[in-house]
């Protein structure tokens, strides 16, 4: 089956270009290094299958982080080259292109964006561009779909270019092109134009984004209890919970049996929050209190994706990033990683070298609550929201703050400058919008439903053999004694490991006070990552440095929790 590569610099709609051919379900994003692994998928051209690859964003075949050696490994397979061109920055683009020529490999050129040329009074006469490069070169813009049938179409002539050049004349022979083919005219600066330059400016920019991430969590907020509100809980409510004080009576409302699928009856009743059966607390933890959270989160967050404000929010940080070790760019797994880790930790492939790679994945596991968890705690908190998440938030940012400047003074290596493209503002399409929410809201039911019942159920296990009680006996001077937490709730930090959305709601039962809620959600957070954060952990750091990593958990939750027993 022949191969066919989609390969361009970071954020020239490869993705989207993908998705049209394959019509499958991959993330896009206006921000580089959305892939940050290869991608594959199938189309049928004249009864011929091939096989489609989204190879990760490359500015040039000199590999210089990870993600660019995914993308020079793939260039040696492959059969046949669509490079992925941003037409409105065709200059840049071209260096990509020459270097691909140079590689012999049938290639054919696709003009991303051609409709934004027109908006910024940029003319390209492409078939002189292709008369030149001996390939054909077919303009496109992937989000609407216009130009994509006449690129299927004429990927049977994609061939090798007999253009040459020395590599030491590259640039001057790109210039020679560009003044071949593209004319400039006159353009007024738009307002999201002129939005997109004082975003970057502190003066302007810092006030700005302050603003954007108010309102970004007001509107989080806003849609979560909406949905919880006027959906979730009512439907549990009236629909699912008489079908369940059915099945109870049924089940002769006590034993084994009705413990592990009921769970306990409150003063006669079930209670979403401590009842902890499979069929109630394990229901409705994942689906009732942290679904709706999650999906208005990801709906913000694919928006800030979609309208080009993260590379702007990358560059605006980047001078406090630098004091953490690692750049700007950084600022994007962490976005990601409050909406779910795994996510956050894979993007930090981004990052040019280890030692960022390393300092950006430790943060993210000790000091960013992903969405299930924070919705969780925000729950917990209730009546004392302001102040409690005020604690909780502040503590976890003053943590990611000074173990991120210790580890750049302690961890060995180097942290380059920042080099990043930054996209226009742009407006997000709705159906792409409604398309990425789908797909990270789907992956988040998939992977938290099974772990939450696991855990519930594990949870009833070691609770009737008595082995919470046990080993909370024997961890009692750090649970109670640094932490000031009754010894009950290790039941929770044992299954913090598993899911600590549902370790968050073993606290509700306990009746802590407001001092050991702030503690417990931090020491929930900070303690150690959930089993999919810490195999994606594993995976990115290896073995040796995910001990490391470890290691600086414990030693910052020991320390961070004790602190706030004594000062609290």
Same mark, same amino acid.
């Given at each position: 089956m022949k191969k066919i590569l989609l390969m361009g610099n970071p954020n020239t709609g490869k993705s989207v270009v993908f998705n049209r051919l394959t019509g499958a379900n991959v993330i896009i994003s206006n921000y580089p290094g959305t892939t940050v692994d290869f991608?594959?998928?199938?189309?049928?051209?004249? &009864? &011929? =299958?091939?096989?489609?690859?989204?190879? +990760?964003?490359?500015?040039?075949?000199?590999?210089?982080?990870?993600?660019? =050696?995914?993308?020079?490994?793939m260039l040696k397979g492959?059969?046949?080259?669509?490079?992925?061109?941003?037409?409105?920055?065709?200059?840049?683009?071209?260096?990509?292109?020459?270097?691909?020529?140079?590689?012999?490999? +049938?290639?054919?050129i696709a003009l991303n964006f051609w409709d934004e040329t027109k908006h910024k009074g940029i003319t390209i006469d492409f078939q002189k561009l292709e008369e030149m490069l001996g390939v054909p070169c077919v303009p496109i813009c992937a989000v609407t779909g216009e130009g994509i049938k006449k690129l299927t179409e004429r990927l049977k002539e994609a061939k090798f270019s007999k253009f040459d050049y020395e590599d030491k004349e590259k640039w001057h022979v790109i210039g020679d092109i560009i003044g071949q083919v593209q004319e400039l005219s006159h353009h007024d600066h738009t307002f999201m134009e002129r939005l997109g330059d004082i975003s970057t400016i502190p003066v302007f920019g810092i006030p700005l984004a302050l603003v954007i991430l108010f309102f970004t969590f007001k509107i989080i907020r806003f849609i979560g209890e909406g949905l919880i509100g006027y959906v979730f809980e009512p439907v549990f409510e009236k629909l699912w919970t008489p079908l369940l004080l059915k099945l109870s009576a049924i089940l002769g409302s006590d034993g084994i049996i009705h413990d592990i699928l009921i769970g306990k009856l409150i003063e006669g009743k079930i209670d979403y929050g401590q009842s902890f059966g499979l069929l109630t607390t394990g229901l409705f933890v994942p689906i009732g209190a942290v679904l709706p959270y999650v999906f208005a989160f990801y709906v913000m967050l694919s928006v800030l994706e979609d309208c080009g404000y993260l590379p702007r929010l990358a560059v605006l940080v980047d001078g406090l990033m630098h004091r953490l070790g690692i750049h700007g760019l950084a600022i994007i797994p962490m976005m990601l990683g409050l909406g779910c880790n795994v996510p956050g930790i894979l993007s930090t492939r981004i990052l040019a070298t280890r030692r960022e790679r390393f300092i950006a994945v430790t943060l993210l596991s000790i000091a960013v609550p992903c969405a299930a968890l924070q919705a969780m705690v925000v729950g917990l908190m209730g009546k004392h929201m302001v102040y409690g998440l005020g604690v909780v938030y502040g503590t976890l940012f003053v943590v990611w703050l000074v173990l991120g400047i210790l580890m750049a003074h302690l961890v060995s290596g180097t942290s380059p400058e920042i080099f990043m493209e930054i996209p226009p503002y742009r407006r997000p399409y709705l159906t792409h919008l409604l398309k990425k929410t789908w797909i990270r809201t789907k992956w988040f039911i998939k992977e938290a439903?099974?772990?939450?019942?696991?855990?519930?159920?594990?949870?009833?296990?070691?609770?009737?053999?008595?082995?919470?009680?046990?080993?909370?006996?024997?961890?009692?001077?750090?649970?109670?004694?640094?932490?000031?937490?009754?010894? =009950?709730?290790?039941g929770a930090l044992l299954v913090g490991f598993l899911r600590k959305d549902v370790a968050v709601g073993m606290l509700a039962p306990l009746a802590l006070n407001l001092k050991q809620l702030i503690i417990a959600s931090i020491v929930l957070t900070m303690y150690f990552p959930c089993i999919a954060t810490f195999s994606t952990l594993v995976k990115e750091l290896g073995f040796v440095d995910m001990l490391k990593a470890s290691a600086i958990m414990i030693a910052a939750v020991l320390i961070v929790g004790g602190m706030l027993n004594l000062i609290l």
């Open positions: 991608t594959q998928g199938k189309m049928r051209i004249d &009864e &011929e =299958e091939m096989m489609v690859i989204d190879v +990760p964003g490359t500015y040039s075949l000199d590999a210089g982080d990870k993600a660019e =050696e995914v993308a020079v490994r492959g059969d046949i080259v669509i490079n992925v061109v941003d037409a409105t920055n065709l200059e840049k683009s071209l260096n990509l292109t020459m270097q691909l020529i140079k590689k012999k490999k +049938p290639m054919i439903i099974p772990f939450v019942l696991l855990g519930v159920f594990i949870v009833n296990i070691l609770y009737t053999l008595g082995i919470i009680q046990f080993v909370g006996k024997y961890t009692a001077p750090v649970i109670s004694g640094i932490f000031g937490l009754p010894k =009950e709730a290790i």
